[in-house]
């Protein structure tokens, strides 16, 4: 009865900017740690950012100075700033996070992703 949709991805050339969106709905009692991985052709999902629910995060190395996790409890939503694009931030990226439902407590849920293409 959860559910984790992305939007935002699209096709950005080199040095551009993007912002990714998730938005958790249903039964929600309480969302802990979210974050955002991503996967690219030919390569293993890599966790790229995470954000507690009092604001504490983590970035991969190859994405440090360059993307920015944040979150919209309110909203029951997480985002994901990305600048300076480069070719290899090609991939699709999904959210993920820790939930509280009426009936479960702390289960992990992911979306399906949105497609991020850096090329020139």
């Known amino acids: 009865q959860v559910q984790l949709v992305e939007s935002g991805g699209d096709l950005v050339q080199p040095g551009g900017s993007l912002r990714l969106s998730c938005a958790a709905s249903?039964?929600?009692?309480?969302?802990?740690?979210m974050g955002w991985y991503r996967q690219a052709p030919g390569k293993q999902r890599e966790l790229v950012a995470t954000?507690?629910?009092?604001?504490?995060?983590t970035y991969a190395d190859s994405v440090k100075g360059r993307f920015t996790i944040s979150r919209d409890n309110a909203k029951k939503s997480v985002f994901l700033q990305m600048n300076s694009l480069k070719p290899e931030d090609t991939a699709v990226y999904s959210c993920?996070?820790?939930?509280?439902?009426?009936?479960?407590?702390?289960?992990?849920?992911w979306g399906k992703g949105t497609l991020v293409t850096v090329s020139p």
């Open positions: 249903g039964s929600i009692l309480r969302i802990y740690t």
């Open positions: 993920n996070a820790y939930i509280d439902t009426i009936v479960e407590t702390y289960i992990y849920y």
């Open positions: 954000i507690t629910s009092d604001s504490r995060t």
